[in-house]
């Protein structure tokens, strides 16, 4: 279940599709984004996240691997492109009993 929710996740994000991407978490998700710095809580600071970050820079992913360790969390490693230019990083993911994702810890690969 964990790699299709992932794969879900990727599929709204490149459609800019920001209440698909939505549908996906959980109402109290958090997004920890080293990169950024910042931490998104809610509903309210996911929208942003996804507003900003992929909607706002036209990011597009591509997968380049998903492990799952059970069907609470994922590891998903992505290339990433947009109007930044291009970078490679990490979305670690856990979910809820229910498929929602709970929680997103994303970075960048180290140059």
Do not use: C
Request: hydrophobic share 45%.
């Amino acid at each position: 279940m964990t790699k299709a929710r992932v794969e879900q996740l990727i599929k709204a994000t490149n459609a800019f599709d920001v209440d698909a991407a939505l549908a996906l978490f959980a109402p109290r998700a958090v997004i920890e984004d080293v990169s950024v710095g910042e931490t998104f809580s809610g509903k309210a600071g996911v929208r942003r996240y996804l507003e900003q970050f992929f909607a706002g820079y036209h990011t597009v992913s591509t997968v380049l691997s998903i492990e799952s360790a059970d069907d609470l969390h994922a590891d998903a490693h992505l290339d990433f492109t947009g109007d930044f230019g291009h970078e490679t990083g990490w979305l670690r993911l856990t979910f809820d009993a229910a498929g929602r994702i709970t929680r997103i810890d994303a970075d960048l690969d180290p140059r």
